[in-house]
């Protein structure tokens, strides 16, 4: 007799059926499945960091780093983005170039809330930037189907096309690769809420 099937009364052979145990199983394993796909769809918090040029959806908000370097600021160009004065022995001035995109109806601000993060845990604020710095990051009120940013300003024509989020950081911390750059949701200060996304530096 073939296993798994038992003889009918006309000579052919008909499947058994499942027992209580296999169908609770059964029922187990694809209740879990659309529990796992359900949380999956309604979560937009990420586990781990995006690399620069990917956009990040922070409360609601799109942000992109388009590039991060180190400034020298006996470079002409740097020396726009920052006048001084040089960052003491043992450390570097780093440079993180953003857009802030509002791709929903309404208008939502921008965080003010930014931290480079290293693998040992150490946290770096970014400097304060004089008014006059027409590159610097402004946490303005996007509104709809705009960006900051905004078109035609000298942050979105320069060569980095990006807001300037200005970081010290020492070189001994650099080391500690990757460092993050950690994206708060605006007005909350709920670690919970943040992203990260992994600088090239």
Not at 145 to 152: E, F, N, W
């Amino acid at each position: 007799m073939i296993a798994g099937k038992r003889r009918g009364r006309t000579g052919g052979y008909i499947p058994r059926p499942m027992s209580r145990r296999l169908l609770r199983l059964l029922a187990a394993g694809v209740l879990a499945l659309a529990l796992v796909t359900t949380l999956g769809a309604c979560s937009k918090k990420r586990d781990f960091p995006i690399r620069e040029g990917l956009g990040l959806e922070v409360n609601g908000l799109k942000y992109t780093v388009f590039i991060t370097r180190e400034l020298n600021l006996r470079d002409p160009e740097d020396k726009s983005y920052f006048k001084g004065p040089e960052a003491p022995p043992g450390s570097a001035y780093y440079g993180v170039f953003l857009q802030v995109c509002n791709e929903g109806s309404k208008p939502l601000p921008a965080t003010r809330d930014f931290t480079v993060v290293d693998t040992q845990g150490n946290h770096f604020q970014p400097i304060p930037l004089p008014a006059t710095n027409d590159y610097r990051y402004k946490p303005d009120i996007v509104a709809p189907h705009r960006c900051l940013p905004t078109l035609g300003s000298m942050a979105q024509i320069g060569p980095a096309s990006g807001s300037l989020l200005l970081f010290k950081i020492p070189n001994a911390n650099i080391e500690n690769r990757p460092l993050d750059l950690q994206i708060g949701a605006s007005g909350t200060q709920n670690v919970s809420d943040h992203q990260r996304v992994e600088l090239d530096i």
